[in-house]
């Protein structure tokens, strides 16, 4: 059973910085694309960056590029966002989801593979 678990979340000032983590603590996703969505209260859920196995393939939503750095440490089977210069619409619960296609889009639904969310609130 796939279970990604997200840590890192919290409050933190606008232009601070915070890391979120994600492990498949399963170890199941070998050879998986992994990346970071959000959802802000009312909103949908919202692509934020992935990464494929390699590397060799990374996206990101357009307001964050600059920003936020999404890396991964294959043996350690973990996904991290950096991210930087935080504004207060960064604001969401940020969710690890998962995917086999390498070709994935930014839609929820590519992403077959989720945590649980942790929250991050930037406050202005």
């Known amino acids: 059973q796939v279970q990604l678990v997200e840590s890192g979340g919290g409050l933190v000032q606008a232009g601070g910085s915070l890391t979120l983590s994600c492990a498949d603590s399963a170890r199941t996703l070998s050879n998986a694309a992994m990346g970071w969505f959000r959802q802000a209260p009312g909103k949908e859920r919202e692509f934020v960056a992935a990464?494929?196995?390699?590397?060799?393939?990374?996206v990101y939503l357009d307001s964050v590029k600059g920003r936020f750095t999404i890396s991964r440490d294959n043996a350690k089977n973990t996904v991290y966002l950096q991210m930087n210069s935080l504004k207060p619409e960064d604001t969401a619960v940020y969710y690890c989801?998962?995917?086999?296609?390498?070709?994935?889009?930014?839609?929820?639904?590519?992403?077959?593979?989720w945590g649980q969310g942790t929250q991050v609130t930037v406050s202005s």
């Open positions: 990464t494929t196995w390699s590397g060799s393939r990374i």
């Open positions: 989801a998962a995917t086999t296609l390498y070709y994935f889009t930014a839609r929820p639904g590519d992403f077959g593979s």
